[in-house]
C-alpha cells in the first residue's frame, strides 16, 4: 500500500518567488496537514484540511495558503518566499482528523 | 511558546540498556500525547501513544509513562538496539476549534553504541 507522497522531494528557489509542494494522502485517509520543519526544531503546525475545508490553521503569514482536492490530496503554496521560508515540509494523512497520523517523507525547500 | 519541551538534545546508550527520553509540557489541556521516531530523510514514524487518562503505555520494548500532575511524560526503549538510533520528537494532540494538531518538541537524538 503506498504510503503518504509528496512531491517534489527537493526545491531550490530564490527569495520572493513563489513555490507549490504537493501532497497524495494514504488512500482512504480524509484529512490532510501540513507541517514545517526548521532545521533543529520539532515540526510546527501550518494547515490542516478536512474533506476540502479547512478545520485549523497554525500561526504563519497569509503568505502561506493550502487547499485540499476531491480526491483528498492537498497542495500547500508558499507566496514571497523569504529565506527564512527554509525548511523541510510534512504532509501527514488520517482518516478523519484525529490522532492516528501517517507523515510523508517531506519536501526540502531551499531558499536562495 | 514552546508548550511542549525535550531538553535533552541529545542521549546516548549502550546497546542492550536502557534509553529514557523525556518531554514535558505547560498546557493540561492536552489530551494525548505520541512519541514519532524520524530517520535522516524520511518523515517522523508513529511509535507509540498513551491518552491523558491513562498513565502507562506499553508496546514490545517501548513503553511510555504519563504523570500529569507533573506535566511530564517520559519513553522508556527496553534493551536499546542500534536501530534505535533516530531523532525522536514527542508531541502532544491539541483540540482546535474544529480540528486537531499536533504540537511537537524539538527532538532528542539517540544514539545507540554497539
Known amino acids: 500500500d503506498a504510503g503518504v507522497t509528496q512531491s517534489p522531494t527537493h526545491l531550490i528557489k530564490t527569495r520572493g518567488q513563489q513555490v507549490t509542494l504537493r501532497c497524495s494522502p494514504i488512500?482512504?485517509?480524509?484529512?490532510v496537514s501540513w507541517y514545517q520543519q526548521v532545521l533543529g526544531q520539532g515540526p510546527q503546525f501550518i494547515f490542516q484540511?478536512?474533506?476540502?475545508?479547512?478545520?485549523g490553521r497554525g500561526n504563519f503569514p497569509d503568505r502561506f495558503s493550502a487547499r485540499q482536492f476531491p480526491n483528498y490530496s492537498s497542495e500547500l503554496n508558499v507566496n514571497a518566499l523569504l529565506l527564512g521560508d527554509s525548511a523541510l515540509y510534512l504532509c501527514?494523512?488520517?482518516?478523519?482528523?484525529?490522532?492516528?497520523?501517517?507523515f510523508g517523507s517531506g519536501t526540502r525547500l531551499t531558499v536562495v | 511558546d514552546q508548550q511542549v519541551k525535550q531538553n535533552s538534545p541529545s542521549l546516548s546508550v549502550q546497546e542492550g540498556r536502557i534509553s529514557i527520553l523525556n518531554c514535558d509540557y505547560t498546557?493540561?489541556?492536552?489530551?494525548?500525547f505520541l512519541w514519532y521516531k524520524k530517520y535522516p530523510a524520511e518523515g517522523p514514524t508513529f511509535l507509540i501513544s498513551?491518552?491523558?487518562?491513562?498513565d502507562k503505555n506499553e508496546d514490545g520494548r517501548f513503553t511510555v509513562f504519563l504523570n500529569k500532575s507533573a506535566k511530564h511524560l517520559s519513553l522508556h526503549i527496553v534493551p536499546s538496539q542500534p536501530g534505535d538510533s533516530a531523532v525522536y520528537f514527542c508531541?502532544?494532540?491539541?483540540?482546535?476549534?474544529?480540528?486537531?494538531?499536533?504540537?511537537f518538541g524539538a527532538g532528542t537524538i539517540l544514539r545507540v553504541k554497539s
Open positions: 498546557n493540561s489541556m492536552f489530551d494525548y
Open positions: 508531541a502532544a494532540s491539541a483540540v482546535m476549534e474544529y480540528g486537531n494538531k499536533l504540537v
Open positions: 501527514a494523512s488520517s482518516l478523519a482528523g484525529g490522532y492516528g497520523y501517517t
Open positions: 498513551i491518552s491523558s487518562i491513562k
Open positions: 484540511y478536512y474533506e476540502k475545508e479547512e478545520r
Open positions: 488512500s482512504g485517509h480524509k484529512s
